[in-house]
């Protein structure tokens, strides 16, 4: 499988060429012969079978590019999400003694270093790395291949996903919302957009996954469209034998 999808143009140039060849030993066949006839019936059928696997391979292609364009809004949510929490930090953490101010930023700390590290996984492994240009374009899909998938599954170990307000920092926060209630805001609003970005990876992650297991759809598209590319010669060929 992997085979396949790394050697698209190959594959596809080989299976025309060899067309070509059988079309050049059938060529002195007279046009209305058996053989033209079953070179016009090859051409049907291979070309109904590569348009299915056309069509169906444009419905992963339509899943994969809107997977795509969450996957970078959930990066640029993780962005704006680090920047905040840095900022809280700078503000707030820096020269602060309170106790439950201390419990406020520690919390951050944490929620901060849990978006840090799911920054580098395999969900935005194309947004945080740069490849080859054409090793990075494959011929029919904007998704990696099977084989990068399946070495980039995600691993829940590597995941990090923490509570942003739990037994510890509800009482803090509920301490500082009268004395200190811009911290108490601008802490909600973190455990909040911090919430909604996790479930977000979670759904990413889902639709990765299943995408993942049927990215075997881009290998049959190849393998359809080298049996089309085998036939057409033979439809040209025919075309050709009738001018004669």
């Known amino acids: 499988m992997n085979f396949v999808l790394d050697h698209q143009l190959a594959l596809l140039f080989a299976s025309f060429a060899a067309g070509c060849i059988g079309v050049a030993v059938i060529f002195g066949k007279p046009a209305g012969s058996k ?3 079953l070179a016009d ?11 299915v ?16 364009r969450q996957i970078d809004i959930a990066y640029a949510l993780t962005d704006a999400f680090d920047r905040d929490a840095a900022r809280f930090r700078l ?26 590290g799911n920054a580098a996984l395999p969900l935005f492994l194309a947004i945080t790395e740069s490849t080859g240009t054409l090793r990075a374009l494959p011929l029919f899909s904007s998704q990696p291949a099977p084989d990068q998938m399946d070495a980039d599954a995600f691993d829940e170990a590597a995941f990090l996903a923490f509570v942003a307000l739990d037994d510890t920092t509800r009482p803090a926060l509920a301490s500082l919302r009268a ?26 992650m889902a639709e ?32 050709l034998a009738e001018l004669r």
Do not use: H, M
């Open 179 to 204: 004395p200190q209630p811009e911290i108490a805001a601008d802490f909600q609003i973190l455990a909040s957009t911090y919430d909604e970005l996790i479930a977000q990876i979670r759904r990413l």
């Open 35 to 37: 053989a033209w006839k």
């Open 53 to 68: 696997t056309a069509g169906l391979a444009g419905v992963y292609k339509s899943d994969s590019s809107l997977l795509d």
């Open 91 to 116: 503000r707030y953490c820096e020269n602060g003694s309170d106790a439950d101010l201390r419990t406020l930023c520690d919390k951050v700390e944490f929620l901060s270093a849990s978006t840090a």
């Open 41 to 51: 019936l090859l051409w049907v059928v291979l070309g109904g079978l590569g348009a």
């Open 208 to 239: 990765w996954e299943f995408l993942r297991a049927s990215a075997a759809i881009l290998v049959l598209q190849t393998l359809a469209l080298c049996l089309v590319s085998f036939a057409a010669p033979f439809r040209l060929g025919k075309s």
